[in-house]
Structures are given as C-alpha cells and as structure tokens.
C-alpha cells in the first residue's frame, strides 16, 4: 500500500504542482488534503500553462483520479469555474471526487476575510482575501457547512436560517455588508446540483485504492513554515501543510505513508506578511524575482525572494520525516558570482542554529552566511548531476548535508522533462526501514 506525501519545505511555492504532475505517472490517485483556492499550482506542458487552485494536478494525466479530500476548504462557484475552464480547454474532469465532508467557502467567508484584513490594516497576515480562515474558523466552531449540504437543499436553509443572523452580525462589526437568504441558498443549491456527480466519500475511495497496492500521491499545497501549528504563527494559513496533515485531511493512517517527499526551491520566497530573515530588497533579490517568475498565482503579488535559509530546514525535515527531497529552481540561481546560505542566526550577539518559531523572535534575528562561489552557464538543457557545473554540484550537495536526507530529484525548469533524476528515492516500509 505505497503513499507518497509531497510536502512544502519552505513557505508555498516551492513547485508543488510540478512535483506531483511529474510523479504521476506512477500513481493511479493524488489526493489533495488541506488548503483551498488560496493555493495556486503551476503545470506547464508542452505549449500550454495551466493553472489549478483547487483541482488537484494529477487531473492532467487520464489514468489518476484526482480526490479533493476532507481537510479542504472548498469554494463551490471558484471550483465549477476551475472545472469549466479545464473542459474547455479539453482536459476532462469527469474522474474528479470531492469529499462530501470538505468544509465550504461561503460568499461571508470572503467578506469576512477581506474585513478583517482591512481592520488589521498594517498588521494583517496579508491574506490571499479568499475566506479560507473564516471557513476553518466555522469548522472549528462548528458552525460550518460542508460539501455535503450543497446536496440538501431544504437543510441547506435549515442551517442557513440559523447560521446567518450570527454571521451579518461580525459582518456589521467589520464594517461589511450582510448577506441575505435566499440568494445565498438559491447559489448553493445550483452549486450542488452541478457537483453531485462528483461528491463522494473520498475516505473509502483512498482506503480501497491502498488495499488494492495502487500507489496514492498525497498532495499538500503551502508550505511547513505556513503551518498553522509550525510555521511562523501568526502569520500562516489555518490548516496544517506539514506531512501530518495528509493523515487528517487526507483520510490515510500514518504508518500508510511510505515516503515523504519535501519539496524546496533553491533560494527562498514569501508572499504576505511575517517575518523573513534571509529577505533581499536589493537587485539580486529582483532578479530572483524576474528569473524565477516569483509573482503569487493567486493573488499576482510579486513573492518576496531571499537566500536559501538553511535553519528552517532541518526543522522542516524532521516535522514532517522527509525521505527525500525535490529541489527546484536551481536554473534561477544561474549568473551570480556567489550564492548564499543562512547557516545560523544571531540574535541579541548570540549565534543560534535552531528555528525559533515564535514569529517576534523570528523577526529579531539576523542571518549568518556561508558564501559559495556561484556559476554563470544555464541549466535549462541540463539532465543529468554530472552535466551541472562543478559550483552548481558544489551548492547542491552542501545543501543535501545540512538537509540530512537525500536530494533525490532537481529541477532545471517549468517543463517535465527539465528533470534531474538524481538517485533512487529511498522508501520506507511500515516498520520504518528504508528498503
Ligand atoms: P490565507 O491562506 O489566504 O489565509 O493566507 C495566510 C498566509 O498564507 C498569507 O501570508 C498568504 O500569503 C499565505 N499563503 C496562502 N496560500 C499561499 C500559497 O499558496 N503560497 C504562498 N503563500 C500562501
């Protein structure tokens, strides 16, 4: 029964869809587990560019039944848009299940966050304003509806009717406008008719694929240190991206995952508010911007850029037990004279090398670097380690050490096939030896 979680090592974008799109082949199922359509992934193919928010990637490949599972936060309208686009560009969603159990998106949910934002002013997250923690906030406070709901129109009301007098209320404490009932429910209930054929119990479906031995990708979108528990608090997303989190949302036991794949770019990147201690406001900084389109694919907010911070790193390894790692973006490093690597922080004269995750102390410290002499050739052709020049190997094997897992695949570019398959990514039985 082999799973595979593929996981954000950093804080989103590390190229996760690129990552699952290309393990596809091998996988009859990718399971997306948390998050909804704050995420954006990226899969180029040939001439075309798609972009999926909620979707997940392995929709591309006719042999995998792409399953959004219950940890999701799910935008009915954003999701049908999605699905449209996707027909009309020839790409066929019929093998496409929602979890019954997947909390909604609600059109309050968007305001609210939105309001919420506006009231925060300077200190806000710097949200995607998509609802998504207003909708785990619902979730938590158990008065959230579910995909499930969308199928009973006369309980939809039901709830409706009890829930949004409490919902206009923090509206109106906000400043935002109510929501009224019968067009709220009247979209909900057009919603679900359109998604009926495609809700299931997403549980039993991955449960059924592992005892049939079929290899099923768990797929997280964020990043480790935008957890909601591990990342840089407050400033993260309100579900849990780390490995763990794939248990939860994804309907899998922990000792069904056999391999955990964390994803990292070669350099690092931000998009919203909170702390980044390896953060360049320089040139080099924008040229990682413009070499590595580092614009958000949701928002079109250009993502800050910064050195690869290695301090982070080891923590990332360890919460979510990576057996290896994908490292990409390599190809955007080309060009500079060196290359750096935050090794430690300092903080009130004191060298620290672990991860403080308290957002305030995060913001105290200051980088420590290790230099490396940088290389200057293109990688996009490249395919195999030893055709990388000898700086570029250099950087990557420093980087695989102080990650203490393998590097297992680099990639030099958007496309498939700019893929460096390093060595065979190490698997791991039940009992937790590596096969
Ligand atoms: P939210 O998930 O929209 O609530 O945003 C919370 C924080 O997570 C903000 O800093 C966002 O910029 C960040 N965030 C959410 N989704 C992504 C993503 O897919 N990539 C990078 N950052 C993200």
Redesign the pocket.
């Known amino acids: 029964m082999p799973a595979t979680v593929v996981v954000g090592l950093q ?3 590390e190229g996760k869809g690129k990552t699952t799109d290309l393990l596809g082949e091998s996988v009859s199922m990718v399971v997306r587990y948390q ?2 359509d ?3 992934h990226t899969v180029v193919l040939g001439d075309e560019t798609f972009k999926l928010h909620l979707v997940p990637s392995g929709i591309l490949h006719p042999h995998i039944t792409p399953v959004i599972g219950s940890g999701v936060v799910v935008n009915p309208a954003v999701l049908l848009d999605e699905m449209a686009a996707l027909e009309a560009r020839g790409v066929s969603t019929a093998r496409l299940r929602v979890s019954a159990q997947a909390h909604l998106i609600m059109p309050y949910h968007v305001a609210l ?1 939105s309001a919420m934002e506006a009231r925060l002013a300077e200190g806000g ?6 609802g ?2 207003p909708a785990y906030a619902d979730r938590a406070w158990r008065t959230g509806l579910r995909v499930e709901d969308l199928l009973d129109p006369d309980g939809l009301r039901l709830r409706l009717e009890r829930l949004l007098p409490g919902k206009n209320a923090i509206l109106a404490a906000y400043g935002a406008e109510p929501f009224e009932l019968e067009p709220l429910h009247a979209a909900a209930v057009r919603h679900g008719e359109a998604l009926r054929p495609f809700v299931a119990d997403t549980f039993w479906l991955v449960q059924d694929a592992l005892a049939r031995g079929e290899h099923v990708l768990l797929e997280g ?3 480790t240190l ?1 957890d909601l528990d591990h990342g840089t608090y407050p ?5 849990n991206p780390v490995a763990g989190g794939a248990c939860t949302g994804g309907g899998i036991g922990p000792l069904q995952v056999d391999e955990v794949l964390g994803i990292m770019k070669a350099y690092t ?6 702390p980044f201690p390896t953060e360049l406001d320089d040139g080099i900084g924008r040229s990682m911007r413009e070499r590595g389109r580092e614009f ?4 079109g ?1 250009p ?1 800050r850029c910064g050195w690869f911070d290695a301090v982070p790193l080891r923590y990332a390894v360890a919460v979510n037990s990576a057996t290896s790692i994908m490292l990409n973006k390599i190809d955007i490093l080309s060009g500079l004279d060196e290359v750096l690597v935050c090794v430690a922080y300092e903080v009130d004269g004191e060298r620290i090398a672990s991860w403080p995750v308290a957002a305030d102390a995060l913001a105290r410290v200051r980088p420590v670097y290790r230099r490396f002499p940088g290389w200057h050739e293109e990688l996009a052709d490249v395919r195999r380690t030893e055709e990388l020049p000898g700086n570029a190997r250099r950087y990557v094997d420093a980087l695989e050490e102080m990650a203490g897992v393998p590097i297992s695949i680099i990639s030099v570019g958007p496309e498939r096939t700019q893929t460096i398959e390093r060595r065979a990514r190490p698997r791991r039985d039940v009992a937790g030896r590596v096969a």
């Not at 997250?125 to 998509?130: L, M, S």
């Not at 958000?296 to 928002?299: F, Y």
Request: aromatic residues 6%.
């Open positions: 804080w989103g974008d998050g909804g704050n995420a954006g966050d997250i710097g949200t995607t304003h998509r998504i923690g979108a964020q990043g935008l400033y993260v997303t309100s579900s990147t931000r998009v919203g508010s909170g958000g694919a949701t928002t907010r993502r």
